[in-house]
């Protein structure tokens, strides 16, 4: 006989342990009360269950993505190139100096800008994705740094853009100034900060995304914002919050 209680019957009480959380995809154990049992349900990782301060220095970490790449749950994943990443491409001089950071695995967007005929440079700090992009980009793996995007000394270069894609949504808050300031240090005057940025609302972060006036606040000082369109291709999970946008330094 079923001693359950009725409502754990009626809904499915282990819904939680079967649902995974969509920003970083781990299994749950938490449970989130009694929802339909077979509807899909989103929840937040254990890790998410922290102190916010603890949570900030995770995504600060590059064990905190390196367990994720190691495991494949990696739902921010595009598998593609976002279709105004490619507009750009289409109207961009070749030759020009790319800077990717945070580039995670995504290794297809640093062939469509070689391909496009750039010079590319790519860096992050999590070994195990700096691994897995190196692997699939074969004869083009050195364009692949592993280190940190704040401290790593590129050298002389200026660069002429910068591409972004869930980085800046990936670093806690008291790091948007540095991010600010640090592209701002790597472009040369008049180049592009381009990419995809995530504005909204998260009551459980990581991702962290941007505001409008946060957004002025980080960048107007630096940059003028030249193009700003809502992502017409998001993955679900970002689904109305990504704007593909173009920042110029001054
Ligand atoms: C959400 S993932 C995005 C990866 C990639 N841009 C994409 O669109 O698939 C964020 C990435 O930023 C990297 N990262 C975070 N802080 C970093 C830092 N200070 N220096 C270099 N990489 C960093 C992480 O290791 C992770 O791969």
Known sequence: MDRRPDSARLFGE????TSACEWCGWRSSRRVGFVPARSTVYVRCVLNETDPRERESDSAR?????????????PWQLDGIPDHAAAFLARTA??????IPGCGSDHQVIRAFR??????TAIDFSAVAVEQAKNALGKLRDTVILGDFFSYAFGAIAFDIVYERTFLCSLPPRLWDDYAGRVAQLLRPKGMLVGCFLYGEESDPPPYPLKEDKAAELFCSRFKLVRSEPVSDPLPIFAGMEKWQEWRRY
Not at 14 to 17: E, I, K, L, R
Not at 94 to 99: A, E, T
Not at 115 to 120: F, L, Y
């Open 14 to 17: 282990n819904a939680a342990a």
């Open 62 to 74: 590059p064990e905190f993505w390196s367990q994720r790449y190691a495991s494949g749950r990696t």
């Open 94 to 99: 070749p030759r020009s100096k790319v800077l």
């Open 115 to 120: 391909e496009a005929g750039h010079d590319v």
